[in-house]
């Protein structure tokens, strides 16, 4: 199991310990609802640990990113100059067209991307909703699945909305760990909350449901009350 343990808070253990090697998973969800700072907070307990990963971001530059995860409390830099962390930036070619149809083959054909143990790609349906056909989508999935058979862990975010529902119901069916992050309303405050609904490798006890905010320089704080 891939460990996402840090000293300051007890994330690892809402989700059951850490990744399973093997785990494909999809975190969906609404605008806003914290699926990129879940994956933040989950990356900087993989390079905490020693666990090589590589990010694949269709939101950041480079620069951008470092900003995003050093204004979380979770620096970054001598990990990316060590290359225990590759960050692979995607935003400067999908903000620079209107349309392209190859998205998924690049991604595909990336072989440095998956030398890491764990991958994240943050956003799935940002990199493919131009070429969301059936066959580059099942393609696409077959190719995840043969790279977690090694061992590895991929992990993908996704937007609803940006793919049709078809297209997301395939990504969840192939997905060994799904979870849905949401805005709910709880009396005058608003939190986000991470909705683990598949969890296949568990390795240990989860919690269903995990209540979370973010704070400038901390980063993500699990909330102690669970959430019914």
Do not use: W
């Not at 991604?107 to 998956?114: H, P, Q, V, W």
């Not at 996704?158 to 309303?185: F, N, P, Q, Y």
């Amino acid at each position: 199991m891939y460990s996402v343990k840090i000293e300051k808070d007890e994330f690892h253990k809402r989700i059951g310990g850490g990744i399973p090697a093997g785990t494909l998973g999809l975190i969906r969800g609404e605008s806003g609802g914290g699926k990129s700072v879940f994956c933040q907070r989950i990356l900087y307990g993989l390079f905490r640990n020693d666990i090589e990963v590589s990010y694949v971001s269709t939101q950041y530059s480079t620069i951008d990113f470092v900003h995003q995860m050093a204004s979380l409390g979770y620096k970054v830099n001598s990990y990316m100059i060590a290359d225990k962390v590759r960050f692979f930036p995607i935003y400067p070619l999908i903000g620079g067209t209107k349309q392209r149809l190859d998205y998924t083959k690049r991604l595909m054909s990336g072989l440095s991307i998956f030398e890491k143990d764990v991958i994240i790609i943050d956003s799935i349906s940002s990199l493919i909703k131009f070429d969301a056909e059936p066959t580059p989508v099942t393609d696409l999935i077959g190719f995840l699945k043969r790279i977690t058979a090694t061992g590895k862990a991929v992990l993908m975010t996704a937007l609803d909305g940006e793919l049709s529902e078809d297209v997301m119901m395939e990504l969840e069916s192939a997905s060994t760990l799904v979870v849905e992050c949401r805005i709910r309303k709880f009396g005058t405050d608003l939190k986000n909350v991470a909705t683990i609904k598949k969890f296949n490798l568990a390795a240990g006890q989860y919690q269903k449901s995990v209540a979370f905010r973010v704070e400038p320089g901390i980063g993500l704080i699990d909330e102690i009350a669970s959430v019914a």
